[in-house]
């Protein structure tokens, strides 16, 4: 008898391998490249390989990787020296760590510790000061590289999580992820600001038009004149009846004058009757004639001729109305279809374009020069590893050649499966109720789904994602894959954690919690108990409204908060959420501190 139960265990596990994970295969087995940094030779690329945990060397004459950097974890980014003998690479962690290697050796020499999940290193021409953006910690750090010491860390906007330097060093671009503020106004952006790396000043803080969001990358011409930035521009003032022409979303480059410090005009990439979803990488060609731009949800390039842009640019007659214009750029660029899945990161070097393909662990190669007839190769950057199921549901939620004309995928609105921090008038609970974009971790966990809980399940409302919101209808066994990617999400260790404990500040916070009974809802380990309440934040057609308790867990990057985005901050929560009128003001905030620990 015991021996048939454990027979039929191990069947069981051994079906459940062979089924659902290719046996054996782990996220370390895949590179997931994002991004490309040529060495200053040009004869070799220093590539990101983020699941990979490492940066590979590639060398551009055998296209073959000579190297490998390897670091515990995944790294984010990396600047090469001028000299090209040293990397110093960025690393995905709450303890974020600029990781100095020997190019030479390939040994590790130093680490220099910033803040909480470091991207976007960028080093001064002279090779003496680097500076990156630590994403979570929403700051800029500047670093001296002969003393390896942080000499400033800046606030900036919200989520800085690309960056680009004039090619004097002087000025630092820096585009931030998200925007921040209320929802609810009718006016919402992310923002680009520029530092003077000398005083470390930020010069100015620029908005996008309303609606952008989910900004990627950044590069600036080669005459230090103009920054451009990839971005969603989300049409989040008219309810999600369809896709046409750029109904819901658009994708953009924005361009920054750099002199004047404005925002020179913002030109939409997509065709009027097909979409070129979530522009990631953004590069000059270094003779400045053409710029260059990813598309992550469409696999594809967009060749654009600068020189005729900022012709068209300059001549339009009704310079307001480009940012709505789907025939801007018709005559002015190529789109080249890639071969491989998920292009992010890019650089050109002489003619060639190099793009980093994420999820087919690969780099695409064009040859710009060729006028005609222009085609991309996919140089395979190891054996393909086969994809798990997991694997499958990241490339299908970030894929946007499933959707009606390609206009989205569900990444444009759900960023790294969180959120673009807009509101959206989805059809889910009828028109005229517009509702703040819902992170996706936990969603599976915490049912019923959706801000009023008209969803009984993830299940249901990634179901509906696909049907209501990509306008498309796919196979059970392909939308499947999306649950045990969603599912696999784990929470960000939060900012707020000191060395990964509580603050002190926190936790009195921790006890104001239970003093005010906010685990009654919002009880451990999920932090919701999974009902419906009115505490008092319905309003207009809302009013008396039960909302679904929502989780707190990863509440410290979710801003705005509340059904409809009214709550800028954490505290502002509490102007409406009901259950705080008995505490004192410094209770108030350690009950906050404690809540953005989550
Ligand atoms: C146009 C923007 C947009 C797109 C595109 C989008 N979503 Fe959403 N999603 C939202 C908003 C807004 C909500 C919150 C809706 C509500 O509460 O009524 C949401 C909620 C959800 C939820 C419920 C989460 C919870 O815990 O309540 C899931 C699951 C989800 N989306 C999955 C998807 C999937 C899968 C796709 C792609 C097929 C997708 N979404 C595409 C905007 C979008
Ligand atoms: C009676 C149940 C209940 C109690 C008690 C309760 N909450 Fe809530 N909480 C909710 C509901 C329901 C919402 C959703 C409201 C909305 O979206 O407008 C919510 C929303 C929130 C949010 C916003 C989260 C987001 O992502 O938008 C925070 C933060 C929060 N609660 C914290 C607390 C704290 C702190 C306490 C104790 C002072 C507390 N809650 C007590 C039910 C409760």
């Known amino acids: 008898m015991i021996t048939r139960i454990s027979a039929r265990g191990a069947i069981t596990i051994l079906a459940f391998f062979t089924l659902a994970i290719p046996f054996g295969v782990q996220a370390e087995d895949y590179l997931s490249p994002v991004g490309v940094t040529p060495d200053p030779s040009g004869e070799f690329l220093y590539i990101v390989c983020s699941t990979g945990n490492q940066i590979a060397r590639f060398d551009i004459k055998s296209e073959t990787t000579t190297q490998t950097f390897e670091l515990g974890n995944a790294p984010t980014g990396v600047a090469v020296s001028p000299d090209g003998g040293r990397i110093y690479v960025t690393d995905e962690s709450p303890d974020g760590k600029v990781w100095v290697f020997d190019t030479a050796s390939a ?52 989520e800085p999580i690309a960056a680009a330097l004039t090619p004097d060093g002087n000025t630092l671009i820096v585009a931030n992820h998200l925007p921040d503020g209320p929802a609810n106004t009718g006016m919402i952006s992310a923002k680009i600001q520029v530092f003077d790396t000398e005083s470390r000043r930020i010069l100015a803080t620029i908005p996008l038009p309303n609606g952008s969001t989910s900004l990627r990358g950044v590069c600036i011409s080669p005459d230090g004149r103009y920054a451009y930035v990839t971005h969603i521009l989300g049409r989040y003032l008219l309810p999600t009846t369809q896709l046409d022409r750029g109904w819901m979303n658009t994708n953009a480059v924005s361009v920054i004058d750099i002199q004047e410090k404005r925002l020179l005009n913002t030109l939409l990439l997509d065709n009027i009757d097909q979409g070129s979803a979530n522009p990631w990488g953004v ?26 842009l900022h012709e068209k640019l300059s001549a339009a007659e009704e310079p307001d109305q480009i940012p709505n214009d789907l025939a801007f750029l018709v005559g002015i660029r190529q789109r080249i279809p890639l071969e491989g899945k998920g292009p992010r990161g890019l650089a050109v ?65 759900h960023p790294d499966a969180r959120t673009d921090a807009l509101n959206w008038d989805l059809l889910n609970d009828g028109l005229g109720s517009p509702k703040n974009t819902k992170n996706m971790l936990l969603a599976h966990q915490t049912p019923p789904t959706s801000m009023t809980g008209v969803r009984d399940n993830a299940e249901i409302s990634v179901r ?12 059970e066994e392909e939308i499947r894959t999306v649950d045990e990617y969603l599912k696999s999400l784990t929470p960000v260790p939060s900012p707020y954690l000191v060395d990964g404990e509580l603050s002190e500040a926190a936790k009195r916070g921790e006890v104001v919690f239970k003093k005010a009974n906010c685990h009654h809802c919002h009880p451990e380990p999920l932090y919701t108990d999974l009902q419906r309440y009115d505490v008092g934040t319905g ?23 509340l059904y409809d985005g009214r709550a800028a901050t954490m505290k502002d929560v509490f102007k409406w959420h009901q259950g705080t009128e008995q505490l004192t003001d410094k209770e108030i905030d350690d009950l906050v501190e404690y809540v953005l620990s989550l």
């Open 107 to 158: 040994n590790l020499i130093s680490h220099i510790s910033v803040g909480h999940t470091p991207v976007a290193p960028t080093i001064s021409p002279d090779g003496k000061k680097l500076t990156v953006c630590n994403r979570f910690d929403n700051s800029v750090s500047f670093i001296d590289l002969e003393t390896e010491r942080v000499i400033a860390t800046i606030p900036a906007a919200r």
């Open 283 to 308: 590069s000059c060609t270094p003779d400045g004639k053409r710029l260059v731009v990813s598309h992550s949800g469409t696999h594809e390039l967009s060749l654009i001729d600068r020189e005729r």
């Open 349 to 413: 070097v002489g003619d060639q374009a190099y793009v980093a393909e994420y999820f087919s662990d690969s780099l695409a190669v064009v040859d710009l020069e060729r006028k005609e007839s222009l085609r991309a190769r996919s140089i395979p950057l190891q054996d393909p590893v086969p994809m798990t199921d997991v694997r499958k549901g990241e490339l299908l939620f970030h894929d946007a050649s499933v959707c009606f004309q390609h206009w989205q995928s569900c990444a444009t609105c």
């Open 464 to 475: 509906a994602g696909f049907r209501y919101i990509e306008f498309t209808v796919l196979p």
């Open 539 to 561: 309003e207009g057609n809302e009013a008396g409204t039960e909302f679904d308790t929502p989780t707190l867990i990863e509440s410290w990057r979710t801003a705005p908060y």
